[in-house]
């Protein structure tokens, strides 16, 4: 018997609080590909691939399943924001594009 049933009580339970730690790694994010691949079906995609993009992950873009207009735009919104992380944008073949980010070298 412990004091907590003498008053009908629950003891209070400790939680773990885990701050951020930048030098721990995801596991789960070691076993991601470490170059994203992309098929945008809209313009709403776009965040998708800016995410990681931002992550230092390089980016393959498949615009084929856009229209024309959708592409550009789809185009032009990636290529600003490759400009703005210090990367760079290469054209693999029609219509299919590789962004890649700041310290990638793609020969």
């Not at 885990?18 to 596991?27: H, K």
């Not at 873009?61 to 032009?76: G, N, Y």
């Not at 944008?89 to 310290?103: D, L």
Request: charged share 25%.
């Amino acid at each position: 018997m412990s004091v907590f049933d003498l008053f009908g009580k629950e003891p209070k339970q400790n939680k773990i609080k885990r701050g951020f730690d930048p030098l721990r790694t995801n596991q789960a994010e070691e076993k991601k590909s470490p170059i994203a691949i992309f098929s945008p079906t809209s313009y709403n995609d776009v965040e998708d691939i800016i995410n990681a993009l931002k992550m230092d992950k390089p980016a393959i873009v498949h615009l084929t399943e856009l229209k024309t207009e959708t592409a550009i735009r789809v185009l032009d919104m990636l290529s600003g924001a490759i400009f703005a992380l210090g990367g760079g944008v290469y054209e693999m073949e029609k219509n299919i594009f590789m962004f890649s980010p700041s310290g990638v070298e793609v020969n």
